[in-house]
Nanobody, 119 residues
Framework: QVQLAESGGGLVQPGGSLRLSCAAS????????MGWYRQAPGKERELVAS??????NYADSVKGRFTISRDNVKNTVYLEMNSLKPEDTAVYYC??????????????WGQGTQVTVSA
């Protein structure tokens, strides 16, 4: 069993900052890529940022404002979001590609955390 626990969402004013966290737990053998996706009402889920050992990539809309990082000891991925805009409002989901002691590589998703940017 693998669980992804997300935290850090909330309501923030335009120009503000938030930090999201996603901790993976369970019978984990190895983790490859970890990332954040988001889904706004009426829109498809989109990649925000992802990171593997040594490389990170970002959606054009968040470059220069968001920073993704990971702690391999804690099996945790973070998303530091600065200069937030109303269009960043969405449910943010963590996705992790990992293998357990009993199964091969597959993707796991978190339950989602709401981020609302509004005055």
């Amino acid at each position: 069993q693998v669980q992804l626990a997300e935290s850090g969402g909330g309501l923030v004013q335009p120009g503000g900052s938030l930090r999201l966290s996603c901790a993976a737990s369970g019978s984990i053998f190895s983790i490859d890529r970890m990332g954040w996706y988001r889904q706004a009402p009426g829109k498809e889920r989109e990649l925000v940022a992802s990171v593997s050992d040594g490389s990170a990539n970002y959606a054009d809309s968040v470059k220069g404002r968001f920073t993704i990082s990971r702690d391999n000891v804690k099996n945790t991925v973070y998303l530091e979001m600065n200069s937030l805009k109303p269009e960043d409002t969405a449910v943010y989901y963590c996705k992790t590609n990992l293998r357990t002691h009993n199964s091969g590589w597959r993707d796991y998703w978190g339950q989602g955390t709401q981020v609302t940017v509004s005055a």
